[in-house]
């Protein structure tokens, strides 16, 4: 089935540092999405794509839906102690009724 | 304030025995999900619901089922069938085919003794 692969699995940066991560699939997707997890929450959707090679931003983060339609990008500028979590990505097919989403980015932070 | 509730935050069991866990929303979406997450791992689906008194088997449904009697509530039932239950299941709900747009709940975490 579809999957996908994000990079890298996890990260410690210092505050103020930029930040990147990507995704990966093997398959075509007509979305890309990115969700940020706070520790012991719910996802929150931050940013979602609906066109290859779009690129739109929310405050300090932008990210990119790739022209091959198989992967994403994001990024996240001037980071500070509050962006620690975990970064999914997700993806939707040709079936519209699911989301498939990768294993996640951990993000720590050091002030 | 609109949103998802999912209750309890913590649940612990005993091997063997059915759990069911809480999922409400008042954003009047007509679409309601459960998803399961592992460390280390996205999240599952294990089952979707577009609309009341229907709902669809997930990727991952077996050892677990649901009800949708109303359009507010979404429970989930994990059974002694189910083979590793320990996990933090999250529930989310949509406007109707917009799984794009999903907003989630908090989250229970169950650990199976």
């Known amino acids: 089935g579809q999957q996908l692969n994000q990079s890298p699995q996890s990260m410690f940066i210092q505050e103020g540092e930029d930040v990147s991560m990507n995704c990966t699939s093997s398959?075509?997707?007509?979305?890309w999405l990115w969700y940020k997890q706070d520790p012991g929450e719910g996802p929150v959707l931050l940013i979602a794509?609906?066109?290859?090679?779009e690129l739109t931003s929310n405050g300090r983060l932008t990210a990119q839906f790739g022209i091959t339609r198989k992967d994403s990008f994001l990024n996240i500028s001037a980071s500070i102690p509050s962006d620690v979590g975990i970064y999914f990505c997700?993806?939707?097919?040709?079936?519209?009724?699911?989301?498939?989403f990768g294993p996640g980015t951990s993000l720590s932070v050091i002030p | 304030d609109g949103g998802i509730t999912q209750s309890p935050k913590y649940l612990f069991r005993k091997e063997g025995q059915n759990v069911t866990l809480s999922c409400e929303q008042n954003?009047?979406?007509?679409?309601m999900y459960w998803y399961r997450q592992d460390p280390g791992q996205g999240l599952r689906l294990i089952y979707y619901?577009?609309?009341?008194?229907?709902?669809q088997k997930g990727d991952i449904a077996e050892g677990y089922s649901v009800s949708r009697e109303k359009k507010e509530s979404f429970p989930l039932t994990v059974t002694s069938a189910q083979k590793n239950p320990t996990a933090f299941y999250l529930c989310?709900?949509?406007?109707?085919?917009?799984?794009?747009?999903?907003?989630f709940g908090p989250g229970t975490r169950l650990t199976v003794l």
């Open positions: 989310a709900s949509s406007i109707r085919g917009r799984t794009d747009t999903q907003y």
């Open positions: 398959s075509i997707f007509n979305t």
């Open positions: 794509l609906y066109k290859a090679g």
């Open positions: 997700a993806g939707q097919g040709a079936s519209y009724d699911k989301v498939i």
């Open positions: 954003l009047n979406h007509d679409a």
């Open positions: 619901s577009q609309i009341v008194n229907d709902f």
